[in-house]
């Protein structure tokens, strides 16, 4: 069972002061790539940061909007050469400014896969869709899916999803996003499904057996977030 913590990359002072602590914790980490469309440390040097000087298990994300294939390409084959546990390949909110550039995550993957090995490429499900779509985009065989919009109301269809994916191979890791103070106005903000900090213990025990790693996500309470999840559910 994987812990992962995602972490936003705007400044190289924040997660200097986060890698060591989550290292401690053997806890590994997903750097978005520009959140919310957001200018931020790029996720790939910022992994490979992470990976070479903390020796942390990292994933990073794909922004498909903010690169054509050739940079894709790229950002895949220097994951590769670093370490990088897995890039998750998206398309990515609107940018705050500069062109949308036009690509298909699935035809992304597919091509990707046909051209690199060694390293291991993901997508992301949304439990707002129908099973039936979310298989569909399972049988494009990505080496893992992050499954956004996991709460109360879609953890039986979650619980489907992993079904599939376990007869197929491929490993899922849904988001848990946790509530605390500052993050839950955000979530509220962006109609994203959240757990109380309460409920974090029952969570992960439900889905140590269901799931292959949780990705958690609370961007402005990140140390509460870490010290939790370490006393919870570690």
Known sequence: ???IIELPAFSRKTIDKLAEKLK???????????????????AAVTGTYLRTKYELGVYVSLRLLDVNLLHAYSAVVTAREFGIKGVTILKGDKPAFGENLKADSEETLTFLKSKIEGVNLGLVVSLR?????ISRRLMKRPDYIMVIHYGSKTADKLEQVAQIARRIGVKVYPFVLIGYEKSREVFTQLNQPFIEPLELKEKCAWLSSRV????????????????DVYKLCS
């Not at 806890?27 to 440390?41: I, K, T």
């Open 129 to 133: 869709y129908p099973v039936e779509e």
């Open 1 to 3: 069972m994987e812990f």
């Open 24 to 42: 401690d914790r053997s806890f590994d980490v997903f750097v978005p790539e520009n959140p919310a469309g957001r200018p931020a440390l790029l």
């Open 212 to 227: 292959d790693g949780i990705v958690f996500s609370s961007p402005l309470d990140l140390q509460r977030a870490i010290d």
